[in-house]
């Protein structure tokens, strides 16, 4: 049976709202309008990315054994891809290097009731009409409203997977209902910490501050953490301070420091619990696509390992 972009919804999570084209494709988005408006009044590279599919996904529970739907991109980054989820397993995978700007994706399935997750691309912009699905599905069910804020790694540049993003590894574990306003390049900037109307997180996550390291000053990131305790008050926050990179070593003094100076300040909230970055990830160039962004083997790393951090501080 074909489903209405109306059904659509209700099994497609990672989006704060959607809009429907002239043509018929669902798109859903992350960021709020005016948020949008900053990006591309700011900067054409975060502008580009804040339409992305980051961390969107299809997940319910069904005895379907064919899926298929029509997609459309509009705007591809890195190609990494689709990628069909059967009980926790990978079952089907399609690189984006391989698709067309356009066409059909079909999925066969096995026999009896499983758990679905389709992952979309998470550095490219998809949209999606005439899913089918030959047998009755119930949306999956989530725990915690959560806003996970980041740059490229948090986005999901890197693994050149969509479903081994460390976003992604993670949250098969927290199945968290989570909206990932991950976007690469990104910084610590006040000018898109803003009341989001009809959304309000029961947690936040924030992994950030790897781009900036060289500035003069902490003033960025005071006036983030000010903003933040001013537009989402006592919420829970879980800052992760920058994981290690190796690709400026003569500049590696700088960056620790810098990354010192992220814990003290966030820390001095009683909201914020910070998770030492440094402890997720091996410091090895092999853990790395380019001794900045986790590879497929960093992210696992980088996931478990903050899971086990979140189970440790409590934050879940």
Same mark, same amino acid.
């Given at each position: 049976?074909?489903?209405?972009?109306?059904?659509?919804?209700?099994?497609?999570?990672?989006?704060?709202?959607?809009?429907?084209?002239?043509?018929?494709? /669902?798109?859903?988005?992350?960021?709020?309008?005016?948020?949008?408006?900053?990006?591309?009044?700011?900067?054409?590279?975060?502008?580009?990315?804040?339409?992305?599919?980051?961390?969107?996904?299809?997940?319910?529970?069904?005895?379907?054994?064919?899926?298929?739907?029509?997609?459309?991109?509009?705007?591809?980054?890195?190609?990494?891809?689709?990628?069909?989820?059967?009980?926790?397993?990978?079952?089907?995978?399609?690189?984006?290097?391989?698709?067309?700007?356009?066409?059909?994706?079909?999925?066969?399935?096995?026999?009896?009731?499983?758990?679905?997750?389709?992952?979309?691309?998470?550095?490219?912009?998809?949209?999606?009409?005439?899913?089918?699905?030959?047998?009755?599905?119930?949306?999956?069910?989530?725990?915690?409203?959560?806003?996970?804020?980041?740059?490229?790694?948090?986005?999901?540049?890197?693994? /050149?997977?969509?479903?081994?993003?460390?976003?992604?590894?993670?949250?098969?574990?927290?199945?968290?209902?989570?909206?990932?306003?991950?976007?690469?390049?990104?910084?610590?900037?006040?000018?898109?910490?803003?009341?989001?109307?009809?959304?309000?997180?029961?947690?936040?996550?924030?992994?950030?501050?790897?781009?900036?390291?060289?500035?003069?000053?902490?003033?960025?990131?005071?006036?983030?953490?000010?903003?933040?305790?001013?537009?989402?008050?006592?919420?829970?926050?879980?800052?992760?301070?920058?994981?290690?990179?190796?690709?400026?070593?003569?500049?590696?003094?700088?960056?620790?420091?810098?990354?010192?100076?992220?814990?003290?300040?966030?820390?001095?909230?009683?909201?914020?619990?910070?998770?030492?970055?440094?402890?997720?990830?091996?410091?090895?160039?092999?853990?790395? /696509?380019?001794?900045?962004?986790?590879?497929?083997?960093?992210?696992?790393?980088?996931?478990?390992?903050?899971?086990?951090?979140?189970?440790?501080?409590?934050?879940?």
């Amino acid at each position: 049976m074909k489903i209405s972009n109306e059904q659509l919804r209700s099994i497609y999570f990672g989006a704060l709202r959607f809009e429907e084209t002239e043509d018929g494709y /669902l798109q859903a988005f992350q960021y709020t309008e005016s948020q949008m408006d900053y990006f591309r009044n700011a900067f054409e590279f975060w502008y580009d990315r804040c339409f992305a599919t980051t961390a969107k996904t299809f997940e319910f529970t069904t005895k379907a054994t064919k899926i298929s739907f029509d997609y459309k991109f509009i705007w591809k980054g890195s190609e990494d891809s689709v990628e069909l989820f059967v009980d926790g397993m990978a079952t089907k995978i399609y690189y984006v290097k391989d698709m067309g700007e356009a066409g059909t994706l079909s999925f066969e399935l096995a026999e009896g009731e499983k758990n679905v997750i389709i992952y979309l691309p998470a550095d490219a912009t998809v949209l999606v009409r005439d899913f089918e699905i030959n047998d009755v599905f119930t949306p999956a069910k989530k725990g915690k409203k959560v806003l996970w804020i980041g740059d490229s790694i948090t986005q999901g540049y890197g693994p /050149l997977r969509s479903a081994q993003t460390y976003v992604s590894i993670a949250n098969r574990i927290l199945n968290y209902d989570i909206v990932n306003q991950g976007i690469g390049g990104y910084i610590y900037d006040k000018n898109t910490m803003v009341p989001m109307e009809g959304y309000r997180p029961d947690k936040i996550i924030i992994a950030m501050g790897t781009n900036q390291f060289w500035s003069p000053t902490m003033d960025a990131v005071e006036e983030y953490y000010k903003s933040l305790k001013e537009v989402y008050g006592d919420t829970p926050v879980l800052c992760i301070s920058p994981i290690w990179r190796g690709d400026r070593p003569e500049e590696y003094g700088m960056f620790e420091t810098f990354c010192a100076n992220v814990k003290k300040i966030a820390g001095q909230y009683s909201n914020v619990t910070v998770i030492d970055g440094f402890t997720l990830v091996p410091h090895l160039p092999e853990y790395y /696509l380019d001794n900045l962004h986790p590879n497929v083997l960093g992210t696992e790393h980088y996931a478990r390992n903050l899971v086990a951090a979140i189970e440790k501080v409590k934050f879940r």
